[in-house]
């Protein structure tokens, strides 16, 4: 019979962050699933958008890249939970490729504000809509590097070897 190893504290801070933050990927995928297929409502109130960045194929691959990121965060949460080795390297891959998306988006951004801002007058709903837009880019690197900090601590390693790092290493 195998000896169990118990989670250490780093590891089940990765998991509970990588299930919030996976968990909230599929839900911010399910709402721009669902304006997505509603489409504007009212295109005269909406904000005059850069082309580039308002068309439909952009909106399916970023819809593509929330659920890519989301399932895979939970399914490597729940692993990381039962001491998986695959979920632990699932965990570091998808922290990886966000972090990389969070980067192409921040600049995405930064291109398509500037052309923005030049035509929409600012006002309240936009100022929540930025100061939210901030926070939302600020989190998700600051998540994704809790993450990978989190399952590459010594602790995480031996529960992840099979090795109780409380132990002293058996000789002979």
Do not use: H
């Given at each position: 019979?195998?000896?169990?190893v ?10 509970i962050?990588?299930l919030v933050?996976g968990g ?18 009212d ?11 308002d068309?439909t194929?952009?909106?399916i ?14 399914i ?5 939970l039962?001491l ?9 891959v ?18 398509g504000?500037s ?16 100061v939210?837009?901030g ?9 994704d ?5 989190a399952l590459?601590?010594?602790?995480a390693?031996?529960a992840?070897s099979?090795?109780?790092?409380d132990?002293?290493?058996k000789?002979?």
């Open positions: 019979m195998a000896a169990s118990s989670a250490p504290r780093s590891v089940i801070t990765a998991a962050l990588l933050y909230l990927s599929l839900l911010c995928g399910v709402c721009g699933s669902i304006g997505l297929a509603m489409g504007d409502l295109p005269q109130k909406a904000p005059p958008f850069d082309p580039m960045f068309s194929w952009v909106k691959v970023s819809l593509i890249a929330v659920y890519g990121a989301g399932l895979p965060m939970v490597a949460g729940i692993g990381v039962k998986n080795r695959a979920a632990r390297i699932l965990g570091y998808t922290s990886l490729v966000d972090l990389l998306i969070n980067c192409f988006t921040l600049f995405g951004v930064a291109y504000m052309s923005i801002l030049e035509r929409v007058q600012i006002d309240l709903t936009v100022a929540v809509v930025f939210f837009l926070l939302y880019l600020v989190l998700r690197p600051v998540l590097v809790s993450i990978l900090i590459s601590r010594p602790a390693r031996a992840f099979g090795v109780d790092a132990l002293p290493p000789e002979g």
